[in-house]
C-alpha cells in the first residue's frame, strides 16, 4: 500500500491545536514496557517552548492526517569549548509521531526540519534529552543522525505528603529578590556547563517561584551586589512551577501499584505514627514544582541543600494540585546526595545527546564532548 506524500510545516495555532492535542494523547512518555506518563498541555500545545527565547513547532502531515509534531528552542548558554565560552544551542524537545505512522522515517524528517531551522538561525550545537533506555530515540538520534552522547544527568523526584518535614531551627532562610539572584547566579555559577546568558530573564518569568538562600543562624547575609561578602555555609535554589504549563498523569500502572498507592495513604491517615510513606494519587492529572539553579559552599551546605528542599516540598504541599517536586543534577554531582528523592520515581541516568551543526565547530564539538561529565551543569527550567 503506497502513501502520499509527506509535509513538514509550521505549527498553525488555529488549524492545529486540536489535531496536536489529539497526537499527545495517543502517545506515551517512556518505554512501553513500564509505566509511562501522559502530558496534558492545558489547550497549548506550545507551552513547553513559549518561554524560551526563540522558538518553533513543527507538524508532520500524511494523507490529509496530522502525524507527527517536534519542538525546538534556542539560546545562549556557556560552554568550555576554547577559544570562546558561550554557544549558541539549539534544544530539540516533544518528538511525537502517531503510534500508527512510526517506522516510516517521520521522526528523523521531523528532526531533520528542525535542525535546518536551527542552522539558518546560526546554532552551533542541536542537543536533546531521552531515557537512558528507550532505545528507539537512541538509535534514531546516535545511530541514524549522528548525535553523540554528552552527558547522563539524574532526574530525582520526590513526592509530597501530607506530613512536612522539619525545616532545621539551626538555619535561617531568606527570599532574594530576583536582582540579586541574578548577581548570585552570574558570579557563582556563568562558568556552569549550559549556564543560560539570559538568566534574569528566568528570575524574572511568572512562573519562577522565588530565589531562596539558607544559612547559619547566627550570621548574617550581606550580599547585595557582585562585591560583597556570603556566610561560611550557605546554599541557594530557585523554584519554577512547571504545573502552570502543563500536567502529567500516570499511565499503564500495574494493579499492585493502584492498590499500593490507596493502601500506603490510608494507612498514613489512620496509623501516622508509623511514618509510613504514603504515594501521592498520581493517576489523576497533576503538576509539580521544579528545582533549578542549586548551588552550595562551605562545610554545612549540604545540610542548607536539604534544609531548603524539605522548605520547597512545605511550600508545594500547600498547592492545590502540586503532587512531586522534581529537580535534574549532573550525573556525577554530590549535589543529588543532599536532595530528598525516592529511587523508586528517580531516573538514575538520563540521557544528553548532541551534535555540531557547523563545520568549523568540529575540534570545538570534540573538545566538548571529552571534558568531564563530572562539571557541574545547570538545567533549564523553560526546558523540562
Not at 538555619?171 to 539570559?198: C, G, H, N, Q, V
Not at 500495574?254 to 496509623?271: G, N, V
Not at 512545605?314 to 528523592?341: F, Q, W, Y
Request: with cysteine; charged share 25%; hydrophobic share 40%.
Amino acid at each position: 500500500m503506497g502513501y502520499g506524500e509527506l509535509t513538514i510545516r509550521s505549527y498553525d495555532a488555529q488549524n492545529d491545536r486540536a489535531r496536536v492535542e489529539d497526537l499527545e494523547r495517543s502517545c506515551e512518555v517512556g518505554p512501553a514496557e513500564r509505566v509511562f506518563l501522559f502530558t496534558d498541555t492545558l489547550g497549548d500545545p506550545i507551552c513547553r517552548i513559549r518561554n524560551s527565547p526563540i522558538y518553533k513547532m513543527l507538524v508532520a502531515e500524511l494523507d490529509s492526517q496530522l502525524v507527527g509534531v517536534i519542538r525546538g528552542s534556542i539560546k545562549l548558554v556557556t560552554v568550555h569549548t576554547p577559544p570562546k565560552d558561550l554557544a549558541r544551542v539549539g534544544y530539540i524537545l516533544g518528538l511525537r509521531v502517531a503510534p500508527v505512522y512510526r517506522r516510516r522515517g517521520i521522526g528523523s524528517s521531523l528532526v531533520i526540519k528542525l535542525e535546518e531551522w536551527f542552522m539558518t538561525s546560526d546554532v552551533d550545537y542541536a542537543y536533546m534529552a531521552t531515557e537512558k533506555d528507550n532505545e528507539a530515540s537512541f538509535k534514531l538520534f546516535v545511530d541514524k543522525l549522528s548525535y553523540v552522547k554528552f552527558r547522563t544527568p539524574a532526574i530525582l523526584v520526590n513526592p509530597i505528603s501530607h506530613r512536612m518535614p522539619r525545616v532545621s531551627s539551626n538555619f535561617e532562610l531568606a527570599k532574594l529578590k530576583s536582582e540579586e539572584a541574578e548577581s548570585l547566579y552570574r558570579k557563582f555559577m556563568s562558568s556552569t556547563e549550559f549556564f543560560p546568558i539570559d538568566i534574569g530573564n528566568i528570575l524574572r518569568n511568572k512562573l519562577s517561584l522565588g530565589t531562596w538562600v539558607a544559612y547559619p543562624r547566627g550570621e548574617s547575609w550581606g550580599h547585595s551586589g557582585p562585591n560583597e561578602g556570603v556566610p561560611s555555609s550557605w546554599a541557594m535554589l530557585s523554584v519554577w512551577n512547571s504545573g502552570e504549563l502543563f500536567k502529567l498523569r500516570l499511565g499503564n500502572a500495574p494493579l499492585s501499584c493502584l492498590m499500593y498507592t490507596k493502601s500506603s495513604r490510608l494507612i498514613e491517615k489512620l496509623l501516622p505514627c508509623f511514618k509510613f510513606p504514603a504515594i501521592p494519587d498520581f493517576f489523576h492529572p497533576f503538576g509539580f514544582y521544579f528545582i533549578y539553579g542549586v548551588y552550595h559552599e562551605g562545610p554545612l551546605s549540604g545540610k542548607l541543600v536539604r534544609t531548603l528542599c524539605r522548605f520547597v516540598h512545605n511550600m508545594a504541599s500547600k498547592s492545590k494540585d502540586c503532587k512531586i517536586i522534581v529537580t535534574e543534577v549532573g550525573g556525577s554531582d554530590t549535589l543529588r546526595l543532599h536532595i530528598p528523592h525516592w529511587k523508586l520515581l528517580s531516573c538514575p541516568e538520563d540521557l544528553w545527546c548532541i551534535k555540531a551543526l557547523k563545520n568549523e565547530g568540529r575540534n570545538s564539538f570534540h573538545e566538548l564532548t571529552k571534558t568531564s561529565p563530572k562539571r557541574a551543569l545547570f538545567v533549564d527550567p523553560r526546558e523540562v
